[in-house]
């Protein structure tokens, strides 16, 4: 393809995906085709559960416009790559030739071995797309009682989404607290309280052994610790695999994701992959922030750009949960060494926890649980590592 201008195909029109495409399409040099399996428009899957909480629509979640450059096709799935003639197959039997080949594939919800999926009963449920949103809400309608496996960040969104819609709902995980990943266990001792405040029945060291249906659908779950519970609206958040098996099948290196480099090169230098699909040797992390970096690294490569990228956000994850305000951020108190201050406030109670751990005068951690106000500006500190006040407790007692 010397002389004519170079092809970038990018597979997958997720978050991702769409950012690498917005990165790379002012480029002249290049035109980008972007793909997507999903017949609907590129859009930000991380609100979903906003949608499933009645407080967004499809048309508040639609990622911007892709730049007049690139070339959208939407609900044309890819089914395989020949690396020889670098051209890929989509699933209408077309083709589509490229000199750089990105695998924005992402990750699908994962589906553990429940004894009784076998028959694939109706009203068991991930959240992962938008049909899986529309299904689930739709559900909810009628739903006398649901139970959600995983109490993780996706899970109590999920279920404090069907709660504001007015739907019984238990939380099942065999973790010993909830968002185990990211709280410690003060903070997580009061957003337990939160959740009962709210209705929802949290239960942690169980989790469901068998789906009992009837006729088809779903009717009960017996436990781990042998109860049964009536169910019928099953959602399912026990985590993520990555969508590897198109670049399996064309050779490239697997292992928990597509195997990468430092430069998200696979082993073929003309193919590249970002996001959750890809395990670069920094460790894969499910999240969105990496990334995004992730694309504007690639993007900078594909466009031989020499600006310098700015200094990476730090990471904050918050609940988006109908009910509850949770935003942490950093270094966790019980991860603090002996150069950190740690300041904590808790009144588990009433379901409020904060935890400041500090570097100097600068604030490098944060958990703030039922404090809209407090977590919003304790996030603008972290974000510029403003020097704090003299006495930081009157961040928390003005």
């Known amino acids: 393809m010397t002389g004519q201008t170079e092809q970038v195909v990018i597979v997958g029109a997720g978050m991702v995906g769409h ?38 629509d499809l048309h508040a979640l639609t990622l911007p416009e892709p730049h007049h450059s690139v070339q959208l096709r939407r609900g044309s799935g890819v089914v395989g790559i020949d690396r020889e003639a670098r051209r890929v197959l989509l699933a ?6 490229y000199d750089k080949l990105v695998l924005a594939t992402g990750a699908r919800a994962f589906v553990p071995p429940i004894t009784g999926l076998e028959g694939e009963p109706q009203h068991v449920h991930v959240l992962r797309t938008w049909d899986d949103c529309r299904d689930v809400t739709a559900r909810a309608t009628n ?13 109590l969104e999920a279920a404090c989404g069907l709660r504001r819609r007015g739907v019984p709902v ?33 239960r942690l ?24 519970m009536a169910t019928d609206l099953m959602l399912l958040s026990c985590g993520i695999r990555a969508e590897i098996e198109l670049a399996a099948a064309a050779g490239l290196e697997v292992d928990q994701g597509i195997v990468v480099g430092p430069d998200l090169a696979t082993g073929d230098p003309n193919i590249f992959a970002v996001g959750d699909c890809a395990q670069p040797p920094s460790g894969m992390t499910g999240l969105l922030a990496p990334g995004w970096r992730q694309a504007e690294e690639l993007a900078r490569r594909l466009t031989r750009r020499e ?80 020097p ?3 006495d930081p407790m009157t961040l928390l007692i003005p």
């Open 388 to 390: 704090l006040p003299a």
């Open 205 to 228: 060291g169980v989790t469901v052994a068998e789906v009992i249906s009837a006729y088809g659908e779903t009717v009960a779950v017996k436990l781990t610790d042998g109860r049964v």
């Open 143 to 155: 739903a006398k009682h649901a139970v959600v496996v995983g109490a993780g960040l996706l899970g």
């Open 92 to 97: 209408d039997c077309d083709e589509l030739p």
């Open 307 to 386: 600006d310098e990228l700015a200094p990476a956000s730090p990471e904050i994850v918050k609940l988006k949960a109908a009910g509850i305000d949770l935003v942490t951020m950093g270094v966790r108190a019980s991860e603090a060494g002996p150069e950190h201050r740690v300041i904590t406030l808790s009144d588990p109670r009433s379901g409020r926890h904060v935890d400041l751990v500090l570097s100097e005068d600068t604030l490098v951690g944060v958990a703030c649980l039922g404090m809209p106000s407090l977590s919003a500006s304790l996030t603008v500190h972290f974000e510029r590592m403003t």
């Open 19 to 56: 950012r690498v495409a917005e990165e790379i399409a002012q480029d002249s040099n290049l035109q980008v085709h972007l793909i997507g399996d999903e017949e609907y428009h590129p859009y930000n899957r991380i609100l979903l559960s906003e949608v499933l909480a009645g407080r967004a």
């Open 170 to 202: 238990t939380v099942l995980d065999l973790g010993d607290r909830p968002m185990k990943a990211q709280l410690d266990e003060a903070p997580a001792r009061a957003l337990s309280t939160a959740l009962n405040n709210l209705g929802i029945d949290l």
